[in-house]
C-alpha cells in the first residue's frame, strides 16, 4: 500500500485526499476469453493542502487518468474512499461536487461543443444548476472570460474560430465559474503548441495564487510540472511508487522509474516517451502485471529480489518509496 501525504504543518482538513483507493475493471482479453481482473488503481493514498499543486506523472496506461476520474467523482472507487475538505465524495451531492471539483481536459477542441458558442459552453454549468438569471450569468461569463484573458469580443464566436490557447482558456473558464476549489487538469497542454503551453501554464499559476485553487495536475511529462507542483507523485503501473515534494524529486530522483522519466525530459523530445536505451522494452500488460516489483523487467537496478519480492513502502516524513533499494 502507497501510503502518501502532502499536509503541511497547520493541521488542516485536506482539501483532497485519497485513501487507499483502487480501481479494478473487469475486462476481456478476446471474444471468447473470460472477464480478468485490470488493476488501474492500486491502493494509492494521497492528500494535499488548500492553494497546493500536487503533479501525478507516469506514462500512458500507468492509471493517472483512472485516478483522475475518481478525484472528480466521475468513477466510484472499488475500494478505499476519496475526501473533498474530509467529506467522503460518495456521501456528497452532484451539484456540491461540482461545486468543489472540475475538471481541466487535454484537448480543448474536443471537449467544447462546436456548435456552442463561447457564452453558451462557459455558462452550461450555472445552466445545469439552475443558478443565476440569464442576465447575471452572461455577466459572469464575461467576468470569467476577463480573469482567463479571453477578449470579450469572442463572447458570441463558436470554438472553431478560436486558437487553441484561447480554446483552452474557454475550458479554464467554463471550469471556473462555479468557483471550485480544487481543478483536476489532465494533461491540460499536450494537445497545445510549445509557444502555447507556457501561456496556458502561467494563466493557472496565476489563477492559483489568485484564487487559492488546489490543482491534481496529471501529465506524462515532468518538465511541464516542473515550475508548477508542490508535490510530485510518480506512478507505475497503477501504484504510487515515489512521492515528494517537487523541488527534492526533480532535484535528487531516487526510484529508477523517476529517473529514466526525468532523462527522458532531457532528449530532445520529450513526447517521445521514454529512452528506449535506458529501459528496453515497453509498459507490461496490466492484465498481467510482473512479478514482485512491477517495474523488474525494464529497471536497469533490477537484481533477482525485485523479480520475486514486492518491494515495501517506505515512508518518511514528506516523501515516500517503493524500491528494494532503499527497504
Ligand atoms: Fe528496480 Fe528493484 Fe527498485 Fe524495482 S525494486 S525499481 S526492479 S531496483
Known amino acids: 500500500m502507497n501510503q502518501l501525504n502532502s499536509q503541511s504543518n497547520n493541521g488542516n482538513i485536506p482539501a483532497l485526499e485519497c485513501r487507499n ?21 492500486e491502493g494509492v493514498n494521497l492528500s494535499v493542502n488548500r492553494g497546493e499543486v500536487i503533479a501525478i506523472v507516469g506514462e500512458s496506461g500507468c492509471g493517472k487518468t483512472t485516478l483522475a476520474k475518481m478525484l472528480l467523482g466521475l468513477l466510484p472507487p472499488t475500494t478505499g474512499e476519496i475526501l473533498l475538505d474530509g ?15 472540475q475538471p481541466v481536459f487535454q484537448d480543448p477542441y474536443s471537449s467544447l461543443n462546436p456548435r456552442k458558442t463561447i457564452k453558451s459552453i462557459i455558462s452550461l454549468p450555472l445552466k445545469v444548476h439552475n443558478i443565476g438569471t440569464e442576465i447575471e450569468q452572461k455577466n459572469r461569463v464575461e ?39 480544487i481543478i483536476v487538469c489532465d494533461e491540460p497542454t499536450s494537445a ?3 509557444s502555447v503551453q507556457a501561456h496556458i501554464l502561467n494563466l493557472l499559476q496565476d489563477l492559483r495564487k489568485k484564487l487559492n485553487l488546489t490543482y491534481a495536475f496529471i501529465s506524462h511529462d515532468l518538465a511541464v510540472v516542473e515550475h508548477l507542483a508542490d508535490w510530485v507523485a510518480v506512478m507505475y503501473l497503477g501504484r504510487l511508487i515515489e512521492f515528494g515534494k517537487a523541488t527534492d524529486v526533480f532535484r535528487d530522483p531516487k526510484h529508477p522509474y523517476t529517473q529514466a522519466l526525468l532523462e527522458s525530459v532531457l532528449t530532445p523530445d520529450a513526447s517521445l516517451g521514454l529512452p528506449e536505451i535506458t529501459l528496453g522494452r515497453g509498459l507490461p500488460n496490466p492484465l498481467s502485471p510482473p512479478s ?36
Open 87 to 101: 467529506i467522503p465524495i460518495n456521501s456528497v451531492s452532484i451539484l456540491d461536487i461540482a461545486r468543489k471539483v
Open 143 to 181: 467576468e470569467y472570460m476577463r480573469l482567463v484573458g479571453l477578449p470579450n469580443r469572442l463572447i458570441h464566436s463558436y470554438p472553431n474560430q478560436l486558437s487553441g490557447g484561447q480554446r483552452q482558456r474557454v475550458a479554464i473558464a467554463r471550469a471556473l465559474i462555479m468557483e471550485p476549489k
Open 292 to 327: 514482485g516489483c512491477y517495474f523488474h523487467p525494464r529497471c536497469p537496478k533490477s537484481s533477482t529480489e525485485c523479480s520475486e519480492k514486492s518491494p515495501l513502502l517506505k515512508k518518511e516524513k514528506n516523501y515516500s518509496i517503493e524500491c528494494h533499494l532503499y527497504n
Open 192 to 194: 497545445l503548441d510549445v
Open 21 to 41: 483507493v483502487s480501481q479494478t475493471f473487469m475486462i476481456k482479453s478476446g471474444i471468447f476469453a473470460e472477464k480478468q481482473p485490470l488493476k488501474a488503481v
